[in-house]
Nanobody
Framework: VQLQASGGGLVQAGGSLRLSCEASGFSVGDYAIGWFRQAPGKEHEGVSHFRGGDGTTYYADSVRGRFAISSDNAKNTVYLQMNSLKPEDTAVYYC???????????????????WGKGTQVTVSS
């Protein structure tokens, strides 16, 4: 079982990035997939979550209207499209998976079933 996050990078403020979270060993349709981020010196923050069973989504207030989460079941991958990026979006972004259909938002980063390695997003001003 593995979650592989990719797509981070360095971008100027106002730019866009698309993060990918590819799952292996389980079907994203049977899980809730979430993106958390952690900035230096801060706790993990829930950014956007997607419940595979019914397509329910969650966005943190800080990203709503700028980020969009989506799923491609054929590729067993969940995407996070990030537009209008701001310097305060700079963080390491992690994708996580929780079995079944948990209530969204998933509040506790440590309470997931699987975690992927992070991908760095840096937004310059």
């Amino acid at each position: 079982v593995q979650l592989q996050a990719s797509g981070g990078g360095l971008v100027q403020a106002g730019g866009s990035l698309r993060l990918s979270c590819e799952a292996s060993g389980f079907s994203v349709g049977d899980y809730a997939i979430g993106w958390f981020r952690q900035a230096p010196g801060k706790e993990h923050e829930g950014v956007s979550h997607f419940r595979g069973g019914d397509g329910t989504t969650y966005y943190a207030d800080s990203v709503r209207g700028r980020f969009a989460i989506s799923s491609d079941n054929a590729k067993n991958t969940v995407y996070l499209q990030m537009n209008s990026l701001k310097p305060e979006d700079t963080a390491v972004y992690y994708c996580v998976a929780k079995r079944g259909s948990p209530y969204l938002p998933m509040l506790y980063y440590g309470g997931m079933d699987y975690w992927g390695k992070g991908t760095q997003v840096t937004v310059s001003s």
